[in-house]
């Protein structure tokens, strides 16, 4: 009897909700509007509005949540391409629009630069910044000779100081952290003459609570910078003249210690030697770690044919001054030029205008090659973190491979044929590199007077005949091959590789169209405009490029690094016209730009944190711009007076 009743009870409840629905839920009106009528409204609010109308109630919400609805926003107010997809491993287009609202570098967070308070910052031109692999630490460079190590949590802090001029620097102009961030290599420029091309690498240790130098490598010219081959060694350079516009760059392979325990323990092996013709050498080198690449896939294995045939080794291959001067200047630049430089007008691209006419207007875009996007997987994240993983796990071993000789590299570099300046990009496959244990100690002082006075004997019987160094087929076997060579048809002002070491980007200054060299010390006018180009390293091919990218104004003759930098999500790089910009780098949309009061030379982002973007400039200031989101979470002012959005959205 009880139980009957309980559920009359519950009957009669569940009928009196059904009837106070019906009474409040009304047949015509706002509420009862058809969802394809109620999409049309939303198309029309902007996003604002949108997000107010979605509170209302609970059908409104779902319908303004509608994802293509999102994806016409996306692309009406970031003016997205209608052909590209939704990022690979991306939630919905509504998270898209999230991410580059809030979540893109955009806040100034700090201005680091000497203040009366505290002496923390460069007191010149700063013309580059590096990252840790773990985030946190970046390290400056800086014409007034110092290198800075920076802690990157907010608010950023001055960890440790080098001043360079005590080893004779001129100036220190680039650093690199080792892969386990305990070592942070930082190159520079000597003292001398303008004509001088000298320069050095100081490698120091980086502790819990100091930091100290650790050896010093020579590198000439000073822009082959230097760059760490494995976690314990580096590859330095140096350049010798065989005859007239004829030199051979020869690269180092180098220990990170000085070797202290025995003298028959070497600390440096020669690892490449290479031919370079019309005053060129080989500058800006990089190692790219490609874990993805194996026999199955190699691209250079397709070309072993061509690669056989004769062939000078940096042909064309269109498929594949004082202090106070700007940014960081070409070495050869000074020795090289001419009594009568151009004037700034004569090197500017004639046909500008032709270029600007052919694109859309305002466009500022990175177009891809269809390709590029399908290569794109949504693991990135993850597999960086396996390749942490593994590393680490090399280091647990007590026997590993300090050559690292089980991942396939590519020692990637900018060189030319044509003229001095940089224009080409040269790739070399990394393999089976051995550093010898020990110190071969060769013939004995008895038999090297020997020697020494048999070869004076033969000399004057067979006077010996110098080699043709202008005949390359007749002195090639003396040189390492250079696998492959892609020619950018214009001056190489900067090189950076994707987290995964899967793409390089590359800024560059255009030549005019269908130009011609007659001397290779008088190179082409360049543009007024910086060009990136996309590289795959899995194809070795060109997969994408933006024309116009961004400003610069030195003639050919002056012209100096332009640093960019690329992380998972972004694209950024620093320009001529005061500014540093930022793009999307599935999307290839530009989202933003950072102002400062001279050129910007470098950029880097957090590698932990792509929230997080440093600038540096000739106005001797370190800007930190953050995200939105991440300002309100560190309660930092939202000051946006010096940033701006490329793209506003509407």
């Given at each position: 009897?009880?139980v009957?009743?309980?559920?009359?009870?519950?009957?009669?409840?569940?009928?009196?909700a059904?009837?106070?629905?019906?009474?409040?839920?009304?047949?015509?009106?706002?509420?009862?509007?058809?969802?394809?009528?109620?999409l049309?409204?939303?198309e029309?609010?902007?996003?604002?509005?949108?997000?107010?109308?979605?509170?209302?109630?609970?059908?409104?919400?779902?319908?303004a949540?509608?994802d293509l609805?999102?994806?016409?926003?996306?692309?009406?107010?970031?003016?997205?391409?209608?052909?590209?997809?939704?990022?690979?491993?991306?939630?919905?287009?509504?998270?898209?629009?999230?991410?580059?609202?809030?979540?893109?570098?955009?806040?100034?967070?700090?201005r680091?630069?000497?203040?009366?308070?505290?002496?923390?910052?460069?007191?010149?031109?700063?013309?580059?910044?590096?990252?840790?692999?773990?985030?946190?630490?970046?390290?400056?460079?800086?014409?007034?000779?110092?290198?800075?190590?920076w802690?990157?949590?907010?608010?950023?802090?001055?960890?440790?100081?080098h001043?360079?001029?005590?080893?004779?620097?001129?100036?220190?102009?680039?650093s690199?952290?080792?892969?386990?961030?305990?070592?942070?290599?930082?190159?520079?420029?000597?003292?001398?003459?303008?004509?001088?091309?000298?320069?050095?690498?100081?490698?120091?240790?980086?502790?819990?609570?100091?930091?100290?130098?650790?050896?010093?490598?020579?590198?000439?010219p000073y822009?082959?910078?230097?760059?760490?081959?494995?976690?314990?060694?580096?590859?330095?350079?140096?350049?010798?003249?065989?005859?007239?516009?004829?030199s051979?760059?020869?690269?180092?392979?180098?220990?990170?210690?000085?070797?202290?325990?025995?003298?028959?323990?070497?600390i440096?092996?020669?690892?490449y030697?290479?031919?370079?013709?019309?005053?060129?050498?080989?500058?800006?080198?990089m190692?790219?770690?490609?874990?993805?690449?194996?026999?199955?896939?190699?691209?250079?294995a397709?070309?072993?044919?061509?690669?056989?045939?004769?062939?000078?080794?940096?042909?064309?291959?269109?498929?594949?001054?004082?202090?106070?001067?700007?940014?960081?200047?070409?070495?050869?630049a000074?020795?090289?030029r001419r009594?009568?430089?151009?004037t700034?007008?004569?090197?500017?691209?004639?046909?500008?205008?032709?270029?600007?006419?052919?694109?859309?207007?305002?466009?500022?875009?990175?177009?891809?090659?269809e390709?590029?996007?399908?290569?794109?997987?949504?693991?990135?994240?993850?597999?960086?973190?396996?390749?942490?993983e593994?590393?680490?796990?090399?280091?647990?071993?007590?026997?590993?491979?300090?050559?690292?000789?089980?991942?396939p590299?590519?020692?990637?570099?900018?060189?030319?044929?044509?003229?001095?300046?940089?224009?080409?990009?040269?790739?070399?496959?990394?393999?089976?590199?051995y550093?010898?244990?020990?110190?071969?100690?060769?013939?004995?002082?008895?038999?090297r007077?020997?020697?020494?006075?048999?070869?004076?004997?033969?000399?004057?019987?067979?006077?010996?005949?110098?080699?043709?160094?202008?005949?390359?087929?007749?002195?090639k076997?003396?040189?390492?091959?250079?696998?492959?060579?892609?020619?950018?048809?214009?001056?190489?002002?900067g090189?950076?590789?994707?987290?995964?070491?899967?793409?390089?980007?590359?800024?560059?200054?255009?030549?005019?169209?269908?130009?011609?060299?007659?001397?290779?010390?008088?190179?082409p006018?360049?543009?007024?405009?910086?060009?990136?180009?996309?590289?795959?390293?899995?194809?070795?091919?060109?997969?994408?490029?933006?024309?116009?990218?961004?400003?610069?104004?030195?003639?050919?003759?002056?012209?100096?690094?332009?640093?960019l930098?690329?992380?998972?999500?972004?694209v950024?790089s620093?320009?001529e016209?005061?500014?540093?910009?930022?793009?999307?780098r599935?999307?290839?949309?530009?989202?933003?730009?950072?102002?400062?009061?001279?050129?910007?030379?470098?950029?880097?982002?957090?590698?932990?944190?792509?929230?997080?973007?440093?600038?540096?400039?000739?106005?001797?200031?370190?800007?930190?711009?953050?995200?939105?989101?991440?300002?309100?979470?560190?309660n930092?002012?939202?000051?946006?007076s010096?940033s701006?959005?490329?793209?506003?959205?509407?």
């Open positions: 009897m009880e009957t009743f309980k559920k009359a009870r519950l009957v009669k409840h569940t009928n009196a059904a009837d106070a629905e019906e009474e409040y839920t009304p047949t015509d009106g706002w509420w009862a509007l058809p969802e394809p009528a109620l049309l409204i939303f029309r609010l902007n996003v604002h509005e949108l997000l107010q109308a979605s509170l209302c109630c609970r059908r409104w919400h779902s319908i949540n509608d609805l999102w994806r016409q926003k996306f692309q009406e107010n970031f003016r997205a391409s209608p052909s590209v997809p939704l990022k690979p491993g991306a939630e919905s287009w509504r998270s898209e629009y999230q991410r580059l609202s809030t979540k893109i570098p955009f806040v100034q967070a700090q680091l630069e000497p203040t009366v308070e505290n002496n923390h910052g460069h007191t010149h031109q700063v013309l580059h910044v590096s990252f840790a692999h773990n985030g946190e630490m970046f390290a400056t460079c800086s014409k007034d000779g110092y290198v800075i190590i802690n990157s949590q907010h608010p950023c802090k001055e960890k440790y100081a001043n360079m001029k005590q080893f004779s620097w001129k100036y220190s102009q680039y690199q952290f080792n892969q386990s961030d305990t070592l942070l290599l930082v190159s520079g420029v000597h003292f001398g003459s303008p004509q001088s091309t000298s320069g050095e690498i100081a490698v120091f240790y980086l502790g819990a609570t100091e930091s100290h130098l650790r050896c010093r490598v020579v590198n000439r822009d082959i910078f230097g760059t760490w081959f494995s976690d314990q060694y580096l590859i330095s350079g140096d350049l010798h003249w065989l005859a007239h516009l004829v051979t760059s020869v690269l180092w392979l180098n220990k990170a210690n000085q070797e202290i325990d025995s003298e028959h323990v070497p440096m092996s020669q690892l030697k290479f031919y370079n013709r019309n005053a060129s050498s080989v500058r800006a080198i190692v790219a770690r490609c874990p993805w690449l194996d026999e199955s896939n190699d691209p250079l397709k070309e072993e044919e061509e690669a056989r045939r004769p062939s000078f080794p940096f042909a064309s291959n269109d498929e594949a001054q004082g202090a106070q001067a700007s940014g960081n200047p070409l070495s050869h000074a020795s090289l009594t009568r430089s151009a700034p007008e004569e090197n500017f691209l004639p046909d500008i205008s032709e270029r600007r006419s052919r694109a859309r207007p305002g466009d500022a875009t990175i177009h891809y090659l390709e590029y996007r399908k290569a794109v997987e949504p693991t990135n994240e993850a597999n960086d973190e396996e390749d942490e593994e590393y680490d796990s090399m280091d647990v071993h007590e026997e590993y491979d300090e050559m690292e000789n089980s991942i590299k590519y020692l990637i570099f900018s060189t030319g044929s044509k003229t001095f300046t940089p224009h080409q990009i040269g790739f070399k496959r990394i393999r089976n590199v550093f010898p244990k020990k110190l071969d100690p060769g013939p004995s002082l008895k038999e007077i020997a020697a020494k006075r048999a070869a004076a004997q033969q000399q004057q019987q067979e006077p010996r005949n110098d080699p043709d160094w202008w005949n390359y087929d007749s002195v076997d003396r040189f390492d091959q250079v696998d492959k060579v892609i020619d950018l048809h214009g001056h190489i002002i090189m950076a590789l994707s987290p995964d070491h899967r793409y390089l980007y590359v800024n560059t200054r255009p030549w005019p169209k269908n130009y011609v060299i007659t001397n290779p010390l008088e190179p006018p360049i543009a007024q405009e910086i060009d990136i180009h996309v590289i795959d390293l899995m194809t070795l091919k060109r997969v994408g490029n933006m024309l116009r990218a961004h400003k610069a104004y030195t003639p050919s003759t002056e012209c100096f690094f332009i640093f930098d690329v992380c998972a999500e972004y950024a620093g320009a016209d005061q500014h540093a910009y930022l793009w999307d599935y999307y290839g949309i530009s989202l933003a730009k950072f102002k400062h009061s001279d050129v910007v030379n470098s950029v880097a982002f957090n590698p932990k944190d792509s929230e997080m973007l440093v600038t540096t400039s000739d106005d001797y200031t370190i800007k930190v711009w953050r995200s939105r989101a991440k300002a309100r979470a560190f930092i002012p939202i000051n946006v010096e701006f959005e490329l793209k506003p959205k509407k």
